[in-house]
């Protein structure tokens, strides 16, 4: 079993930036790919960003190319997205989640972990 938790949400101006942490604990964190995933009210869950056992390789949705940054420090067990040029429209629930196959995946059935989720609120 593997538990994770997130962090680092709040309220942020548009334009500004925020840096969410998720701490993993139960199993070896260097064994599992992780991703980070959102879901805005009325909205189903969608795929964020995604990082690779190692942190070798990244992925990410358009829409957040260029703004967004995942990471990850295996010795701490934490992977991090570091937001930047935050839009209102980024508004929602974040959660990481941890897949067993070690490869970045947009699927959330890939995914067998996951956290109980910040809030990111992004203000015009």
């Known amino acids: 079993q593997v538990q994770l938790v997130e962090s680092g949400g709040g309220l942020v101006q548009a334009g500004g930036s925020l840096r969410l942490s998720c701490a993993a604990s139960?199993?070896?964190?260097?064994?599992?790919?992780m991703g980070w995933f959102r879901q805005a009210p009325g909205k189903e869950r969608e795929f964020v960003a995604a990082i690779n056992r190692s942190g070798g390789a990244t992925y990410y949705v358009d829409s957040v190319k260029g703004r967004f940054t995942i990471s990850r420090d295996n010795a701490k067990n934490t992977v991090y997205l570091q937001m930047n040029s935050l839009k209102p429209e980024d508004t929602a629930i974040h959660y990481c989640a941890a897949s067993p196959l070690g490869a970045g995946s947009r699927s959330t059935t890939d995914y067998n972990y996951w956290g109980q989720g910040t809030q990111v609120t992004v203000s015009s």
């Open positions: 139960g199993r070896t964190f260097s064994n599992y790919a």
